[in-house]
């Protein structure tokens, strides 16, 4: 199993940044995803939406992870991993020069659709991806950095686009710094070498690839995704909402509620790298869960801007390793089926999809934003119960 990670394990620091520094720019492309919680809260206002109207924006992006994730991991086996990420960071930049050229709810459905399945496709090969060039023991640590970086685009997202609505009466400026951002990744892996080695091998089928869930650390894995993703999207998109609702801020003063949510997830991620390299993931899932639920229980009882964004601070922090510490654990489970794992468990993203649409539901028929809340507290309870499912280290 270790030995593609022998192969690329460079005998000089040097070599080894070259081939990460490409991958970490995909990292960066894959946090373009998240746009779409401030874009959400921009196109409702501008179109005068409902939340269930508004709220289909993130389920078309995530929808396309249920439909793409399994033939991805399979195209994997029949290209290779460098070249279904270059195929993603394509369509990306495809999803982010429409808002360019049109801006319309079909325009904007349209560029998130493709955004998602962009994303579907860098989801499921970049983190096999970069098992190629860090070795086994250390992958959960080096996929956490690769989301700190992710969390990086995160972050700034939110900020580029209040930035344009109050400096240019256009909060769709983050799509072309975006993309020529995405351009930059894909010449930078274009132009590098990744031996892959024995990583590549045979397509499997879908039925193959669907029976692994028949292993029941796999099968809670992958709801253990969607709980992350859905709590993820769900305060992406719901934190600004609530800060109008809750504590009457505007609608560009609410998009700090995501920066701050994002900046934690960030803060988390660079931590995670460290601690995950030499502790236990088993208790620092733990604590991550229950940082989580002391946020989420918070925004229950509170009004003012600062303490829901100390709540949103300690979700974001705590929904930062869940990502790698529940994929790492299933990989490692199949070391033999990466690919078909990877596809698997960004199918589970898919729950960006669920949790939304019955969150917008359940704001609507409340008639406040914790509603919504509510539905993003099922998925931490259950994160607390796969704690216990997690091997000790």
Same mark, same amino acid.
């Given at each position: 199993?270790n030995?593609?990670?022998? #192969?690329?394990?460079?005998?000089?620091?040097?070599?080894?940044i070259?081939?990460?520094?490409?991958?970490m720019l995909?990292f960066?492309?894959?946090g373009?995803?998240?746009?779409?919680?401030?874009a959400?809260?921009y196109?409702?206002?501008?179109?005068?939406?409902?939340d #269930?109207?508004?709220?289909?924006?993130?389920s078309?992006v995530?929808f396309?992870?249920?439909?793409?994730?399994?033939?991805?991991? *399979?195209?994997?086996?029949r290209?290779?991993?460098?070249k279904t990420?270059?195929?993603?960071?394509?369509?990306?930049v495809?999803s982010l020069? =429409?808002?360019?050229?049109?801006?319309?709810?079909?325009?904007m459905?349209?560029?998130?659709?493709l955004?998602g399945?962009g994303?579907t =496709?860098?989801?499921?090969s970049?983190n096999?991806?970069l098992s190629?060039?860090?070795?086994g023991e250390?992958l959960?640590?080096?996929?956490t950095f690769g989301?700190?970086?992710? /969390?990086?685009?995160s972050?700034?997202a939110?900020?580029?686009?209040?930035y344009?609505?109050?400096?240019?009466?256009?909060?769709r400026?983050?799509?072309?710094?975006?993309?020529?951002?995405?351009?930059i990744?894909?010449?930078?892996?274009?132009l590098?070498?990744?031996?892959?080695?024995e990583?590549?091998?045979?397509t499997s089928?879908?039925?193959?690839?669907?029976?692994? =869930?028949?292993? %029941?650390l796999?099968?809670?894995?992958?709801f253990?995704?969607?709980?992350?993703?859905g709590i993820?999207?769900?305060t992406?998109v719901t934190a600004p %909402?609530?800060?109008?609702e809750?504590?009457?801020?505007s609608?560009?003063?609410?998009?700090?509620g995501?920066?701050?949510?994002?900046?934690f997830r960030?803060a988390?991620?660079?931590?995670?790298t460290f601690v995950?390299?030499?502790?236990?993931?088993? %208790?620092?899932?733990a604590?991550? /869960?229950i940082l989580?639920?002391?946020g989420?229980?918070?925004?229950?009882?509170? %009004?003012s801007?600062?303490m829901?964004y100390v709540?949103?601070?300690?979700i974001g922090f705590?929904?930062s390793n869940?990502?790698p510490?529940?994929?790492?654990? /299933?990989? =490692?489970?199949m070391?033999?089926?990466k690919?078909?794992i990877?596809?698997l468990m960004?199918m589970?993203?898919?729950?960006?999809?669920?949790?939304?649409?019955i969150?917008?539901?359940?704001?609507?028929?409340m008639?406040?934003q914790?509603?919504?809340?509510?539905v *993003?507290?099922?998925?931490?309870?259950?994160?607390?119960?796969f704690?216990g499912?997690i091997?000790k280290?």
């Amino acid at each position: 199993m270790n030995s593609s990670y022998k #192969t690329n394990s460079s005998p000089s620091a040097g070599n080894g940044i070259k081939l990460l520094v490409p991958i970490m720019l995909a990292f960066f492309a894959m946090g373009f995803v998240d746009l779409v919680g401030p874009a959400t809260s921009y196109v409702k206002d501008d179109l005068s939406l409902s939340d #269930t109207m508004a709220n289909i924006f993130p389920s078309m992006v995530f929808f396309w992870f249920l439909i793409f994730s399994v033939p991805t991991g *399979m195209l994997m086996n029949r290209i290779g991993r460098r070249k279904t990420v270059l195929l993603s960071l394509l369509i990306t930049v495809l999803s982010l020069l =429409l808002p360019i050229l049109s801006y319309s709810f079909t325009s904007m459905l349209i560029s998130f659709s493709l955004l998602g399945i962009g994303n579907t =496709l860098m989801q499921v090969s970049l983190n096999p991806l970069l098992s190629n060039v860090v070795r086994g023991e250390r992958l959960a640590s080096a996929m956490t950095f690769g989301q700190f970086v992710k /969390a990086i685009a995160s972050f700034s997202a939110p900020l580029i686009a209040r930035y344009g609505a109050l400096q240019f009466e256009n909060w769709r400026l983050l799509f072309p710094i975006f993309m020529v951002i995405a351009v930059i990744a894909i010449i930078c892996l274009g132009l590098t070498s990744i031996n892959e080695g024995e990583e590549k091998g045979r397509t499997s089928t879908f039925t193959e690839c669907f029976s692994l =869930l028949g292993n %029941k650390l796999v099968l809670l894995s992958f709801f253990g995704i969607m709980c992350h993703v859905g709590i993820d999207v769900g305060t992406n998109v719901t934190a600004p %909402k609530l800060l109008v609702e809750q504590a009457g801020l505007s609608v560009h003063d609410s998009m700090y509620g995501n920066s701050v949510y994002f900046f934690f997830r960030l803060a988390g991620c660079l931590l995670g790298t460290f601690v995950l390299a030499k502790f236990s993931s088993k %208790k620092f899932f733990a604590l991550s /869960a229950i940082l989580m639920l002391l946020g989420m229980g918070g925004l229950f009882f509170i %009004k003012s801007a600062l303490m829901i964004y100390v709540c949103l601070a300690l979700i974001g922090f705590g929904n930062s390793n869940i990502f790698p510490i529940i994929v790492s654990q /299933a990989m =490692l489970q199949m070391p033999d089926k990466k690919n078909e794992i990877s596809g698997l468990m960004i199918m589970g993203l898919f729950g960006g999809t669920i949790f939304p649409l019955i969150m917008g539901i359940s704001s609507d028929a409340m008639n406040t934003q914790l509603g919504a809340v509510a539905v *993003m507290l099922v998925g931490v309870l259950y994160l607390l119960f796969f704690t216990g499912k997690i091997a000790k280290k």
